[in-house]
């Protein structure tokens, strides 16, 4: 049995694995606008898995190196942006909003994903990290290339619709103000890595 697909699920999985910036942003968005709008944005940052590993199958080598070379400065970057934003959201009055689905919103909502993850183009590494664990790489076809992609966008998005319907559930179990705690302190944990990383990078780039 060929087990290509199969480990282009795993990679999906692991790369939407809800702990990241992105995925709190997700998860947040989820409690405060609705299951479907936190979904559609996933959708949005797994669309972009999905093209970064084809990248990664395609030109990994050339980008690792690019990647690499511009390490510091690219965890400068993001650690700033992830500041402004959870700083912004900290500062924020936030209410939970009645659930609306409506197509515009929902395109705006998947860009917003594909935004974030674009952002974070080391992401990149993470797939070359993992792709070589589960040696995907060793044996490269255009067969074989176009099984991963799928997978990794299978997983990744398999996992994200299992992952908001928890979380719907929990925004009809916990009360407004529980939820908005939890918010507020996801961002205060982002905001304080952010920060160290911002620092780290400094002086990794100064030395």
Known sequence: MDTTI??????GLILSLPFG????????LTIVEGRWKGYITALGMVTMDM???????????????????YERYLSLF?????MIVSSKKLLKKIELKELSVDFKSMLQN????????IVNIS???VIATVFA??????????LSSLETIIGVGLGG????????????????LFGKEKLIKIIKFANGIIFILALFVVIYSAKQIIN
């Open 133 to 142: 664990f589960l040696r995907i790489l060793d044996d490269v076809t255009t």
């Open 51 to 69: 093209v970064y590993s084809t990248v990664a199958l395609l030109f990994l080598s050339s980008v690792k190196e690019y990647v690499v070379k």
């Open 110 to 117: 998947y860009l917003t994903g594909v935004g974030f993850a």
């Open 157 to 172: 998005s398999g996992l994200w619709f299992f992952t908001t319907y928890i979380i719907s559930h929990f925004r009809r």
């Open 6 to 11: 199969l480990k282009g699920v795993l990679t």
């Open 78 to 82: 993001i650690g700033i942006f992830l």
């Open 123 to 125: 992401t990149i590494l």
């Open 21 to 28: 910036p992105v995925g709190v942003y997700c998860m947040e």
